[in-house]
């Protein structure tokens, strides 16, 4: 095996983070653990957008089909106090997403 050296300052920080244990070697385990923690990463990331999603496109569809005759009027008390909560926790969902992605993405976090 032939010792790699490294011609950035980045590049060096970014192999003594795949060092874990600090042995200054970067053995298959190591790499695993890194590749396993970024699909991880990469699937959680996923995983809340697409929940946002479903909270921006629900919460849509709640406020045309109350726009619509689909809902009687008198329907209309019942749902209203339930709704209200749901749009408002959707748009805490929404918003706290959008928060949290431009405070990582300011570098922040
Ligand atoms: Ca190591």
């Known amino acids: 095996m032939t010792q790699k050296t490294f ?45 946002v999603w479903f909270s921006a496109v629900s919460v849509t569809a709640y406020i045309a089909v109350l726009m619509t005759d689909l809902v009687p009027l008198d329907r209309l008390d019942h749902l209203s106090s339930i709704g209200s909560t749901w749009v408002l926790s959707n748009m805490g969902i929404i918003g706290a997403f959008i928060a949290s992605s431009a405070f990582v993405r300011n570098g922040k976090g």
């Open 7 to 51: 011609k950035s300052k980045a590049a060096k920080e970014f192999a003594s983070q795949l060092d874990v244990n600090g042995d200054n070697e970067i053995d298959d385990l190591e790499i695993m653990e890194r590749k396993i923690r970024l699909e991880n990463d990469n699937a959680k990331q996923d995983q809340q957008r697409y929940m």
